[in-house]
């Protein structure tokens, strides 16, 4: 079992950045693939990175390619979203998971474990 805590969601105004981190404990020894997602309000979950074990393979949909850099420190056992150019469309509450899999994936279902999720509310 994995277990994952967010941390760093926050108020900002559009044009400004936010940090989000996530801690990982438990069986963290194994090689996971790490991802944020979202979900707003009425909206199905959404990916807005991964990166693979080794950091090496990072992906971003569209929507935020440029703006969000996804990090990752083994040796700490967390994972960072950095987020640059926030957007009001940007609002939503912000989740990290982790997929038994050193390869990358966009697909939700594939991660089995999921922390408690951080808001993100960005204001025009």
């Known amino acids: 079992q994995v277990q994952l805590v967010e941390s760093g969601g926050g108020l900002v105004q559009a044009g400004g950045s936010l940090r989000l981190s996530c801690a990982a404990s438990?069986?963290?020894?194994?090689?996971?693939?790490m991802g944020w997602f979202r979900q707003a309000p009425g909206k199905e979950r959404e990916i807005v990175a991964s990166i693979s074990w080794r950091g090496g393979i990072t992906y971003y949909p569209d929507s935020v390619k440029g703006r969000f850099t996804i990090s990752r420190d083994n040796a700490k056992n967390t994972v960072s979203l950095q987020m640059n150019s926030l957007k009001p469309e940007d609002t939503a509450v912000y989740c990290c998971?982790?997929?038994?899999?050193?390869?990358?994936?966009?697909?939700?279902?594939?991660?089995?474990?999921w922390g408690q999720g951080t808001q993100v509310t960005v204001s025009s």
């Open positions: 438990g069986r963290t020894g194994s090689s996971y693939t």
């Open positions: 998971a982790a997929r038994t899999s050193p390869a990358t994936s966009s697909n939700k279902y594939s991660y089995a474990y």
